[in-house]
């Protein structure tokens, strides 16, 4: 039975607390390459945040009203693919559709949100946490936001410190890497505030 958290908490831990990528490291490929330009990062990010709140509800009725009912639970990996899939594949055609130029500047790695681990991440976690219909849409949306919020962070950091005197041992991915373990332990600060798992 699922724990009685209300939704709102799930949603704000996600985001800060247990924030998909900055404490559990999933999604990390996407983040760290489309991180340089805040116009893709930001449309990454919404695209992230609306894939993550749709698969993750889809996969949580697919679970409930499919897989388990008919004891085929053991495939929830191939079926939650196929969710996330075509989610996304939709979603590719939307953002062609709607901002060619978008589509263009996220390149490769729209298409490779299908593969990113966070999405399948959350489609396992809210089965293994045994969350309600209401507190899945909170998670997946909390953590979508999360990985937004996070996403933006590092690339407005990075175009700061473009500007500035990094050693050139650290330059490139050095300093972001070094950027982005600062941002997990501030966001790992805010554990002790709300902790849902």
Known sequence: MAPEIHPFVILFASVFTGNILLTNFLGMCSFISISKDMKSANGLGLAVTVVLTIT?????????????????????????????????????????????????????????????????????????????????????????????????????????????????GLQGPGITLITIGFMALAFVGFSGMLNVQ
């Open 56 to 168: 993750s509800a889809a996969n949580w009725v697919v679970l409930e009203y499919v897989l388990i009912p008919y004891n085929l639970v053991v495939y929830r990996y191939i079926v939650f693919i196929v969710v996330i899939a075509a989610t996304v594949q939709m979603l590719e055609m939307i953002i062609d559709r709607v901002s060619p130029a978008l589509y263009m500047s996220l390149g490769i790695f729209l298409p490779l949100i299908t593969v990113n681990c966070a999405i399948l991440g959350v489609a396992l976690f809210m089965q293994i946490r045994e969350y309600n219909f209401w507190q899945t849409i909170a998670f997946g949306f909390g953590s979508g936001l999360g990985w937004w919020l996070a996403i933006m962070a590092l690339a407005a950091i990075q175009k700061k410190v473009s500007r500035a005197p990094v050693p050139s």
